[in-house]
């Protein structure tokens, strides 16, 4: 059982920058990965970001390469997406996700838990 709130979702111009925040509360000790994902309007889920909670192995989407990055306080318990030069196609809904199982996957079906997203929007 883990719960995943996010919040730090917005309004911003083209080439702006956010920073979404995830804190996970419940059974972290089990979480292997946490990850990103978005989800636009009549468009599939689809794989962002994730982290490896332990190391701290980042991995990305190509879409987003070299302008997010994810990593996490484990102190806090909190996992983090800073978004650079954000462009009109990052507009989405972002959720954050952990997975329990071994190994990075971009797959959502291999995430266990969910929070209930940010509403990221990006105007042209």
């Known amino acids: 059982q883990v719960q995943l709130v996010e919040s730090g979702g917005g309004y911003v111009q083209t080439g702006g920058s956010l920073r979404l925040s995830c804190a996970a509360s419940g059974r972290t000790f089990s979480t292997n990965f946490m990850g990103w994902f978005r989800q636009a309007p009549g468009k599939e889920r689809e794989f962002v970001a994730a982290?490896?909670?332990?190391?701290?192995?980042?991995y990305y989407a190509d879409s987003v390469q070299g302008r997010f990055t994810i990593s996490r306080d484990n102190a806090k318990n909190t996992v983090y997406l800073r978004m650079n030069n954000l462009k009109p196609e990052d507009t989405a809904r972002y959720y954050c996700?952990?997975?329990?199982?071994?190994?990075?996957?971009?797959?959502?079906?291999?995430?266990?838990?969910w929070g209930q997203g940010t509403q990221v929007t990006v105007s042209s």
């Open positions: 982290i490896s909670w332990r190391v701290g192995r980042t």
């Open positions: 996700a952990a997975r329990y199982g071994l190994g990075y996957t971009t797959l959502r079906t291999n995430y266990d838990y």
